[in-house]
């Protein structure tokens, strides 16, 4: 898609500097009237007579139609990097949401099974310093409990 966007406007300048060549070969303009009534311009008259037109043409600058043919290229190429900067920054964006996604679903995970232990588990315990056991009170059940399901509820929303 991007090889027709561009090659398009080159297109139209070329046919544009093909007209100016020709145009500035230096032909004779007529003006006449047909016989409908209509006025008629052309290089070469039907009828006689016809009025020969005093136009004034300039040779074209090839020089400056390159240097404005390079400027519209460089041009369109600035846009087409600004294109895909800006597509490589949604793409990137959405690569971003969707490991977030995933990393919300992850913790949603450890905290629904954190809250199937804690609910599941007839006792419940903290590791001490030395590797040994303290197991919590009835209090601290309900509590460790009471924590687990409200991290369940904010993680999994």
């Known amino acids: 898609m991007l090889r027709y966007s561009i090659t398009l406007p080159f297109t139209a300048l070329a046919v544009v500097f093909t007209l100016l060549l020709t145009a500035t070969a ?13 006025v008629q311009y052309t290089d ?3 009828t006689l007579p016809a009025e020969r037109l005093n136009v004034q043409s300039q040779k074209t ?10 400027a519209d290229l460089k ?17 990137g964006q959405t690569e971003a ?7 919300k679903a992850e913790m949603c995970m450890k ?6 232990t804690t609910m599941n588990s007839r006792r419940l315990y903290q590791p001490g310093e030395n590797g040994e056991r303290r197991y ?5 059940i309900t509590a460790a409990r009471d924590s687990a399901k409200t991290s369940m509820d904010e993680l999994c929303k």
Do not use: T, W
């Open 26 to 38: 230096g032909a004779d303009v007529y003006r006449y009237v047909d016989p409908k009534g209509n």
């Open 75 to 91: 041009r369109m190429q600035d846009i087409n990097q600004a294109q895909q900067k800006a597509s490589g920054r949604q793409a």
């Open 44 to 46: 070469k008259p039907a």
């Open 136 to 140: 919590l009170s009835d209090a601290e």
């Open 111 to 116: 905290a629904r099974e954190r809250y199937d």
């Open 61 to 70: 600058d090839v020089v400056a139609a390159q240097q404005r043919q390079a």
């Open 97 to 103: 949401n969707e490991q977030s996604a995933k990393q």
